[in-house]
């Protein structure tokens, strides 16, 4: 073994490693339990949900593998054609994607669908990383104009599908990099005086299964059964978990299938449930340390563009966990984000552990690079 590789393995960050596993693992538990419902004779059946995840794990630990051992620069010279990739592949999904619940997400690839607005998360990342890298004043109209457009172009086409959380959700990313960076004093100010002025006009650009969400949300008893229904039983489960939870596969709200979605968008709902305060406390504590860490890494990268990546990294993990606990808590909108290593989905988790991936990629290599 050559010095470097001794090296690299010396500074490898097993935290943050460690705590994503530890974070998977709570996850399978959660979804095991979330996958259940009970008979009226008291007999509990479970879904092949928890099973299809354990296989998504191992495929997503072979893709964090892979984003961790080969060099984190390459990815600046690919950027650009990663960004043209997703591109496509979100037009292909527009045109040939599969339907399911009226929504046109997913590339049936066969063995597995494929949900192109993981893949347009990761690249638009690397594209922001490379272009934000490559000198460091504070950004001025010019360059905001140049972001916007990028960040526009893969949105709009995730819009369509319909997907508005995945949309919301990159442009918070980019939107998340760009303040890091910095913007000069008066542009900032034009645009805190215009934002707040053009965002009621998304309003009449929204689907009407959408208005109801955000309608159900302002009052939900307005409309239990209907736009409502969905924060009302993961509230009433998350309150019913009071300090100590019910008990593991003892929830009333997931065993009884009051509560919808689950097993995806509120996985969280049934850890209140069966696990209460302290189990949601100690997930909330996992989940800081683990954005602490990939915090840790950005400050500590000797490079910009491995700064920039870390940086976007972290805000996809933090938007994520943010807009998923204020669904399930009733703090905002029903828009379909799942809580990244805790809910089932597939693309998700094998996005997620690719970011994590390349975050320690960053973080072991920061020994080798000059701060350029």
């Given at each position: 073994m050559t010095l470097v590789d001794r090296r690299l393995i010396s500074h490898f960050d097993w935290t943050l490693m460690g705590l994503a596993l530890i974070l998977f693992a709570l996850g399978v538990v959660n979804l095991y339990s979330a996958s259940g419902f009970r008979m009226e004779d008291?007999?509990?059946?479970t879904s092949s949900f928890y099973r299809k995840q354990l296989y998504w794990g191992m495929i997503g630990l072979g893709g964090m593998i892979f984003f961790l051992l080969v060099d984190y620069r390459h990815l600046h010279t690919l950027a650009w054609p990663l960004f043209i990739l997703t591109i496509l592949t979100l037009l292909a999904t527009l045109f040939w994607g599969k339907t399911i619940m009226g929504a046109k997400r997913w590339l049936d690839l066969?063995?597995?669908n494929f949900q192109s607005s993981?893949?347009?998360?990761?690249?638009?990342?690397?594209?922001?990383?490379?272009?934000?890298?490559q000198d460091q004043g504070k950004l001025g109209w010019n360059q905001l104009l140049m972001f916007a457009a990028i960040g526009l172009v893969p949105a709009l086409l995730i819009v369509k599908q319909p997907d508005l959380g995945s949309a919301i959700t990159l442009l918070?990313?980019?939107?998340?990099m760009i303040l890091f960076r910095g913007v000069r004093g008066p542009v900032l100010k034009v645009l805190a005086?215009?934002?707040?002025?053009?965002?009621?006009?998304?309003?009449?650009f929204l689907h009407d299964y959408q208005r109801l969400r955000i309608l159900g949300f302002l009052d939900p008893s307005n409309d239990?059964?209907?736009?409502?229904?969905?924060?009302?039983?993961?509230?009433?489960?998350?309150?019913?978990?009071?300090?100590?939870?019910?008990?593991?596969?003892?929830?009333?709200?997931?065993q009884l299938r009051f509560l919808p979605e689950k097993h995806t968008d509120f996985a969280l709902a049934v850890l209140g449930e069966e696990w209460g305060f302290i189990g949601c406390f100690i997930l909330l504590l996992l989940l800081s340390l683990f954005l602490l860490n990939i915090v840790r890494t950005a400050a500590e990268a000797k490079d910009y563009f491995g700064c920039y990546l870390a940086v976007g990294i972290f805000f996809y993990f933090f938007w994520q966990i943010t807009i998923n606990m204020g669904m399930v808590l009733g703090l905002m909108p029903v828009v379909g984000i799942p809580l990244p290593l805790i809910s089932y989905g597939g693309?998700?988790?094998?996005?997620s552990f690719c970011l994590i991936g390349l975050a320690l990629n960053v973080s072991m290599r920061r020994f080798f690079f000059k701060k350029n």
């Amino acid at each position: 073994m050559t010095l470097v590789d001794r090296r690299l393995i010396s500074h490898f960050d097993w935290t943050l490693m460690g705590l994503a596993l530890i974070l998977f693992a709570l996850g399978v538990v959660n979804l095991y339990s979330a996958s259940g419902f009970r008979m009226e004779d008291g007999i509990t059946l479970t879904s092949s949900f928890y099973r299809k995840q354990l296989y998504w794990g191992m495929i997503g630990l072979g893709g964090m593998i892979f984003f961790l051992l080969v060099d984190y620069r390459h990815l600046h010279t690919l950027a650009w054609p990663l960004f043209i990739l997703t591109i496509l592949t979100l037009l292909a999904t527009l045109f040939w994607g599969k339907t399911i619940m009226g929504a046109k997400r997913w590339l049936d690839l066969g063995l597995f669908n494929f949900q192109s607005s993981e893949f347009a998360k990761i690249s638009l990342l690397v594209i922001c990383a490379k272009l934000l890298s490559q000198d460091q004043g504070k950004l001025g109209w010019n360059q905001l104009l140049m972001f916007a457009a990028i960040g526009l172009v893969p949105a709009l086409l995730i819009v369509k599908q319909p997907d508005l959380g995945s949309a919301i959700t990159l442009l918070l990313i980019l939107g998340g990099m760009i303040l890091f960076r910095g913007v000069r004093g008066p542009v900032l100010k034009v645009l805190a005086l215009i934002t707040p002025a053009v965002l009621p006009l998304g309003w009449y650009f929204l689907h009407d299964y959408q208005r109801l969400r955000i309608l159900g949300f302002l009052d939900p008893s307005n409309d239990p059964l209907g736009s409502g229904y969905h924060i009302i039983q993961s509230q009433i489960a998350v309150g019913s978990g009071q300090l100590w939870g019910r008990g593991f596969l003892e929830g009333t709200q997931s065993q009884l299938r009051f509560l919808p979605e689950k097993h995806t968008d509120f996985a969280l709902a049934v850890l209140g449930e069966e696990w209460g305060f302290i189990g949601c406390f100690i997930l909330l504590l996992l989940l800081s340390l683990f954005l602490l860490n990939i915090v840790r890494t950005a400050a500590e990268a000797k490079d910009y563009f491995g700064c920039y990546l870390a940086v976007g990294i972290f805000f996809y993990f933090f938007w994520q966990i943010t807009i998923n606990m204020g669904m399930v808590l009733g703090l905002m909108p029903v828009v379909g984000i799942p809580l990244p290593l805790i809910s089932y989905g597939g693309t998700s988790t094998l996005t997620s552990f690719c970011l994590i991936g390349l975050a320690l990629n960053v973080s072991m290599r920061r020994f080798f690079f000059k701060k350029n």
